[in-house]
């Protein structure tokens, strides 16, 4: 819940992606899939707007798909 906490200051003072794909992994520990979904969906809209290289767009696919499968996400 901390986390949570901590990383929505962090959006609300800097709406960075990099802020934004902490705050979906700490919905995702926290339980809250649904949110975490939610602003990871946002990350990736982001990245995809911004022309970023694929592979980072890979990477923001493969942490939604974990909170879409309700876990959060682990490095591999």
Known sequence: AEAV???QRAVAIQNDVSFL???A????EAGQFG????TQQDVISILAKEGVEKKIIDEA???LESYQSGKPWRDK
Do not use: R, V
């Open 35 to 38: 949110k975490a979904i939610e």
């Open 61 to 63: 696919i493969d942490h």
């Open 5 to 7: 906490g901590l990383a």
């Open 21 to 23: 794909d902490t705050l």
């Open 25 to 28: 992994a700490a919905y995702a």
